[in-house]
DNA sequence: CGCATCTTTGATAAGTCTCAATAATCGTGG
DNA sequence: CCACGATTATTGAGACTTATCAAAGATGCG
């Protein structure tokens, strides 16, 4: 008898394996001063590790960051892309429940300002937004199928972006599938639809004309 | 040739449609003062909807309630279950994002208190908490199989009930399904899976005797 | 006790993953 | 500037997991 429930596979370590930032370089300070620092990470770098204990508030000056948790046989996922003028990093506790990487070079405002009664009215909002970003995630991921999904995430990076007939992508397609839980096989053939479909223009695999704004809508509901 | 990606299906309303609270009693007030008032509401009734202003605070007093999203074709996904003592329903804007229903029999402790510097800083470390959460259970969601799912929220229903021996679940099958991003049946399966290994015991469909709790902690990883 | 609802089980279909190979791109050094 | 190797992306075929459809069984409420 078949039982029609999986358990878990073997192993995924060589898919989705953390990042290996042997090579990259230690990140540069650009600016000191007592409460704020401009630090500098090369691709891939570490910003921070899940375990490390929080001192700081992070906010993003150039370049994008990935947010993400790691089972223990490798399978990775990515939780949040932070771009220019976002914040993150900050915890409930002592200790980052999640590693942060730099996805391209990128440019971190590291705060150290005390948890005082006026950053936490500061805070709220940031915190709240992400709570609601994070939650209407899940519907994508728990809900909507692989097409449904890489809509929805060229519709999210467009937005941020301001630029509803461009997009420039800095993360790679295995990126992409471990922030929309596919693979990358799975966002490369969805991609390929789009275009196929007319919905898209692929001048790179990373720079992407937006031909149909309203068919990607649709679709991610 | 044949793509490999899917595209939304027709229809999924059937299958997990908005509860249909016609039939709920109106929520019954017991206490009520200036800044306070606790509501019972009978299962299944809605104590929010999307898109309504926001006014409260909440905070559970008995009971389960479910907090979630809709697609437009019906399919739905809870975000987050909450239980005696967590507090919920609080936003950045002036618009609920989400529904809020009760699960069983509850009571919701609603609080009008204004938003000033003090609540800020009460409030901060509970967003901060149900972020983790959410950003955990896209994890679950996105890249673990259906019995590693199930057993995290066996896991994680027991903590949260404190008895390691045993659960009373007081969802469906449907609201597990919608929670975890699975069909009732995929959820069923997974329960008969645990039973037919021994790692636990069904006295009926929603009160669980736990045989063997490491086995359900190794396979959520 | 009976009916509606919820849950379980089975058979089949559909969607995504896995494995494999090819193609394109990027960075580096000649 | 081009050649080369390494990395990244695309494409294809087949396997596997979960969804769908259907029906039977259990549970709970009036």
Redesign the interface.
């Known amino acids: 008898m078949y039982?029609?429930?999986?358990?878990?596979?073997s192993h995924y370590a060589d898919r989705t394996a953390r990042t290996d930032i042997s090579k990259s370089f230690p990140p540069s300070i650009i600016e000191d001063t007592q409460l704020h620092q401009l630090v500098v990470f090369a691709p891939n770098a570490e910003i921070y590790a899940q375990g490390e204990p929080t001192s700081s508030l992070y906010q993003v000056e150039f370049g994008t960051v990935r947010?993400y948790?790691l089972?223990?046989?490798g399978?990775?996922?990515i939780?949040?892309f932070h771009v220019a003028g976002e914040f993150f990093g900050?915890?409930?506790d002592d200790a980052h429940?999640?590693f942060a990487e730099a996805v391209d070079r990128c440019g971190i405002r590291i705060c150290q300002r005390p948890l005082?009664?006026?950053l936490?009215?500061e805070?709220?909002?940031i915190?709240?937004?992400?709570?609601?970003r994070?939650?209407?995630?899940?519907?994508v991921?728990?809900?909507?199928?692989?097409?449904?999904r890489v809509a929805a995430f060229l519709i999210d990076m467009m937005e941020r972006q301001g630029d509803m007939r461009h997009v420039e992508l800095a993360m790679s397609r295995t990126d992409i599938a471990?922030y929309?839980?596919l693979t990358i096989e799975?966002v490369s053939?969805?991609f390929?639809?789009f275009r196929?479909r007319g919905y898209i223009r692929l001048k790179s695999a990373r720079t992407i004309d937006i031909v149909d704004v309203d068919a990607l809508r649709i679709?991610c509901?």
């Open positions: 039982s029609q429930i999986a358990f878990p596979p947010i948790r089972l223990a046989d399978r990775r996922q939780t949040a900050f915890e409930a429940h999640f005082d009664k006026g936490a009215s805070l709220l909002p915190a709240l937004d992400a709570l609601v994070a939650q209407k995630h899940l519907l991921i728990g809900r909507q199928c692989a097409g449904e471990d929309l839980g799975t053939r969805a390929t639809k196929e679709l509901a």
